[in-house]
């Protein structure tokens, strides 16, 4: 007997589908699924269908100000998508919190456990009542349709963060160079 590698790829796929456990479903209405198909960079180029399938993946975290989302130096496997509020991007220097960037909505965080090093590499924390969308890495890597297309997109925003921030730091090393260079009195 003859397995059509397509009819096995279907049914091992439904077969993980069902062994994933689904958070409860958001209810999301269509002008805030508009709103998050404009603002958030993550879900580029998916269709209407694709990204409706992404977002059921999704756990809703609600989040008290000052609340830690993660602490640098966890382990992490999800990414987060900020959907309200705001929230500080954090690293740790001389034991005293540095931070890096506030984000706000349709920005995300945390997605540097899904492409390498699973452990974070700094903290974030809500500045005041906010809110996440959670998504896991097995949840993520389980729906091909979009998983490619967020990976892709989660590099876009890596090599624009990463852009950056060799900005600050030739900026930096710049202002080092001209102090140290300038003639003393």
Known sequence: MIVDPAVARIFAENVRADVI????ALQLDAAIVQKIA????????MTHDCLMSTLAMAEHQPLRAGEIVFNEGDIGSSFHILIAGEVVVEKSKNGKAVPLAR?????????????GNH???????SVGSSATMRFDRER?????DS???????IAAVL????GESSELLADLVSRSTDTVAAPQN
């Open 140 to 144: 993520v890597d389980a729906y091909a």
């Open 159 to 162: 090599a624009a963060r990463l």
């Open 21 to 24: 456990v689904r958070p409860a």
């Open 103 to 115: 984000l706000v909505p349709g920005e995300c965080f945390g997605e540097m456990a899904l492409v």
């Open 38 to 45: 404009n603002r958030v960079k993550v879900f580029k180029g």
């Open 119 to 125: 452990i974070r590499s700094a903290s974030v924390r």
């Open 147 to 153: 998983a490619h297309i967020i990976y892709r997109n």
